[in-house]
């Protein structure tokens, strides 16, 4: 799927003539949005440190925490392209302020929750007015600010990134571990409340509206049939369990590939009729793009088990506290954040796509390295043992996550890019909604099968889980190392220099990307709309030629 219009590129969307001197309030209007999309990314890293307090808090099922996470990322997947068609259509201004009004009222809904059932209709609507929000939030970028002055813009937006994904664990585990005011777990939601109201505020009145002229229709049908196909097999995963695997979830997740069959029936059918379906499959006859979109949905479950089950094994597990356990994850953060510069910077230029592959390798390697760690040091393992197998992980995720979209990238072509980075950006949360529900499988199904008694039982077997668990996802790198050598050798730059639009798509598409690897569920930050195409006359400055993902 694609947060992006699949049109041609035009210059027909501009808020106002090549030679208007920009608007002196852009620079409001750019941390307005930019703290709402720090607030999204906060919000989905915030959740994982402290869903051993919601679970003792609310007397929540594992089935149901995972569907406070899951639930996120499926709803804001299946949102994305629509989000940011609407905003074409009625106004990224408007829709972005539906968006964070919405996101708002579900933060405090998800405070106030009473019991696991609210909490998790609550983040499902919260994922949903996040895919009306962030895909406005480059598009605003874009025609706010003239060509020379984006490449700053966008490098400051991979920092807003990055912050995002390092402070979101620690302010988690501090608002957790105060338990401000007895509210114990709340205020990682409730605190987006004073952000939301100031940014609705402020953004009345300092962004500028724009839409795009020639946007595409709505796939509402499109929308109706991948839902429904990732529904039939992601519930099924996440509540088998509880439920004894009854029969009609094996047939929901067998019945499934025919939903997505019959989705793929209607969008060549959607092609031929008007032009403007959900998913662009001319794609997919690009090799290179094809591997890549398996690539990532496939990195997706990756991201979505890890950082699932560490979490458990950590709090509940060994019984550490939110701050404990969120201080353990900082050499992570920091060791993907130096490797993701490096390669893109000096590494990716000179190797390729060898890069990518040995991301991999690293990954791999740090994780038999945790499985040895955990096994060796038991229950009694503490975060300073955890350091080097974190810190190898982190530099292989650091080599995959910001040259990917490149890879992908480089043979489609250049009027598809906008399109092409969205599927992207939206496989990428599928991926992580499906490895969520397959936690179910990898690890509690050896939580089950050991039944513990005793509080020494239980960290036994928790990190017993967290080992079975680890071999999964080793194994579904080695198989990603495969599809790896489908990518380019060498990635293009055909995006560099093409124009401020396409500068604008790669980053939004490297930052969606970037995020969605650093904080486990991630966003989608494609623009998701026409004007990402636009050409203005002085976008071929050499200030604006960057590579997607320079950030």
Not at 80 to 85: E, P
Not at 286 to 302: E, I, R
Not at 372 to 392: D, K
Not at 521 to 530: A, K, L, Q, W, Y
């Amino acid at each position: 799927m694609s947060s992006h219009a699949a049109v041609p590129d035009t210059a027909s969307d501009r808020t106002a003539p090549p030679d208007t001197p920009p608007d002196r309030r852009r620079w409001t209007a750019l941390a307005i949005v930019m703290t709402a999309a720090f607030m999204d990314l906060v919000d989905v890293t915030i959740v994982n440190i402290a869903i051993p307090s919601i679970e003792r808090d609310l007397g929540a099922s594992f089935g149901a925490i995972q569907w406070i996470t899951a639930g996120y990322a499926l709803a804001f997947a299946a949102g994305l392209i629509t989000g940011g068609r609407l905003g074409d259509i009625y106004g990224r201004k408007r829709l972005f302020l539906i968006g964070i009004s919405g996101f708002t009222v579900a933060s405090a809904l998800c405070g106030l929750a009473a019991d696991p059932e609210m909490l998790v209709a609550s983040r499902l609507l919260q994922g949903a007015m996040a895919a009306m929000m962030v895909p406005q939030v480059l598009a605003i970028v874009h025609v706010t600010f003239p060509a020379h002055e984006r490449g700053k813009v966008f490098g400051m937006f991979g920092a807003v990134v990055g912050l995002g994904a390092v402070s979101g664990p620690l302010l988690g585990a501090l608002l957790t571990q105060w338990n401000l005011l007895g509210l114990e777990w709340r205020p990682i939601f409730l605190i987006n409340l004073p952000v939301g109201v100031a940014g609705l505020v402020l953004g009345l009145k300092y962004i500028t509206e724009s839409r795009a002229e020639r946007a595409l229709r709505l796939d509402l049908v499109g929308v109706a049939l991948v839902t429904t196909g990732l529904l039939m097999l992601v519930y099924p995963l996440t509540r088998g369990r509880e439920l004894g695997w009854p029969l009609w979830g094996h047939l929901c997740m067998a019945a499934s590939p025919l939903v997505f069959a019959a989705f793929v029936a209607y969008e060549r059918h959607k092609t031929r009729k008007d032009g403007s379906p959900l998913v662009e499959l001319s794609l997919f006859r690009v090799k290179s793009f094809a591997a890549g979109v398996a690539v990532q949905l496939t990195f997706g479950v990756v991201l979505g088990i890890f950082f699932l089950v560490w979490t458990l094994y950590m709090q509940i597990g060994l019984g550490w506290s939110p701050i404990k356990a969120g201080l353990t994850g900082v050499p992570f953060s920091i060791a993907v954040s130096l490797a993701a510069g490096i390669s893109v910077q000096r590494l990716v230029p000179r190797f390729g796509r060898k890069v990518l592959q040995a991301g991999a390798l690293a990954m791999a390697s740090g994780l038999l390295l945790y499985i040895w760690t955990a096994g060796r040091y038991g229950a009694g393992i503490e975060p300073w043992q955890m350091a080097a197998p974190l810190v190898v992980m982190g530099l292989g995720m650091g080599l995959i996550v910001a040259p990917l979209t490149d890879a992908v990238l480089s043979d489609v072509p250049r009027e598809h890019a906008g399109s092409a980075s969205g599927l992207i950006n939206t496989t990428a949360q599928m991926g992580n909604a499906l490895g969520l529900g397959l936690v179910s499988v990898v690890f509690f199904s050896v939580v089950d099968e050991a039944q513990p008694t005793s509080r020494y039982a239980v960290a036994g077997v928790f990190a017993d889980a967290f080992r079975n668990s680890l071999w999964w996802v080793v194994g579904v790198l080695a198989v990603i190392l495969l599809m790896m050598f489908a990518l380019p050798t060498r990635p293009g730059r055909h995006i560099e220099g093409a124009g401020a639009g396409d500068a604008g798509t790669g980053a939004g598409a490297g930052a969606g990307m970037g995020a969605s690897a650093l904080v486990e569920s991630g966003t989608g930050v494609d623009s998701g709309t026409p004007a990402d195409r636009e050409t203005d006359g002085d976008e071929g400055a050499e200030g604006d030629r960057q590579p997607a993902l320079s950030h």
